[in-house]
């Protein structure tokens, strides 16, 4: 089975700039994969933050966006912010109706 | 404003078929731009897609390689909600369980999450 990849943790300081990225263990990711990024503190529900690609969430601030970069999906965070310590996840699509989260991020300003 | 949320029980036992609810309000879970998921998140681990229901003139259903064997989502559109059904569960399905509304591409609206237990 097919296994998404990210970085288990990263360390950004305040107004920072940090990119999350999304890969598979086999190939690369594209935008067919309509990749989302979702951020989660602990005891809540995850909340979405950019969805197919690089559309930002209703609300979501726009130091956080999504692209492509070389064969993965990435979420940049440009100048980081206390309240953006977090656990940060991916989902692509397979295909077949199939959906994967990837591994998660923890991300720590200080 | 869309709102779901869940119901059922926090203990299974080994072996036994946990079931949970999901009832919407805001939205129909016939909807025919909307899919109505269920994902869980083991205790200090990360999240799992377990499957989906949706509506596109007839019903589907899509499930986790991971889980195929024993899930099953259905629908009830006359309580507007949706259901999920694990069989044979051990102790690795102790999790929180969340359902969740996906639209383009997005789980935009999610439950208040269940912790399920499963022990003897």
């Known amino acids: 089975q097919t296994v998404v990849t990210q970085e288990p943790s990263f360390s950004v300081s305040p107004g920072g700039t940090v990119t999350l990225t999304c890969g598979l263990s086999?190939?690369?990711?594209?935008?067919?994969?309509?990749p989302s990024w979702y951020q989660q503190t602990p005891g809540q529900a995850p909340r979405t933050l950019i969805y197919r690609t690089n559309t930002r969430s209703s609300g979501v601030p726009d130091r956080f966006s999504g692209s492509i970069l070389g064969n993965k999906a990435a979420l940049t965070i440009t100048g980081a912010q206390a309240d953006d310590e977090s656990d940060y996840y991916c989902v692509l699509y397979m295909g077949s109706g199939i959906y994967v989260f990837g591994t998660g991020t923890k991300v720590t300003v200080l | 404003q869309v709102q779901l949320q869940q119901s059922g029980p926090g203990l299974v036992k080994p072996s036994q078929t946990l079931s949970l609810t999901c009832a919407i309000s805001g939205d129909s879970v016939s909807s025919n731009s909307a899919a109505w998921n269920w994902i869980r998140q083991s205790p200090s681990s990360g999240l799992e897609w377990l499957g989906r229901t949706y509506y596109r003139s007839k019903w589907y259903s899509d499930y986790a390689v991971s889980v195929k064997s024993r899930i099953t989502i259905n629908s009830d559109t006359s309580k507007n909600q949706f259901s999920l059904q694990l069989n044979s569960v051990t102790p690795e399905d102790t999790a929180v369980y969340y359902c969740?509304?996906?639209?383009?591409?997005?789980?935009?609206?999610w439950g208040q999450g269940t912790l399920v237990t499963v022990s003897s």
């Open positions: 969740a509304r996906d639209s383009n591409w997005n789980y935009d609206y």
């Open positions: 086999s190939g690369a990711v594209s935008t067919s994969y309509y």
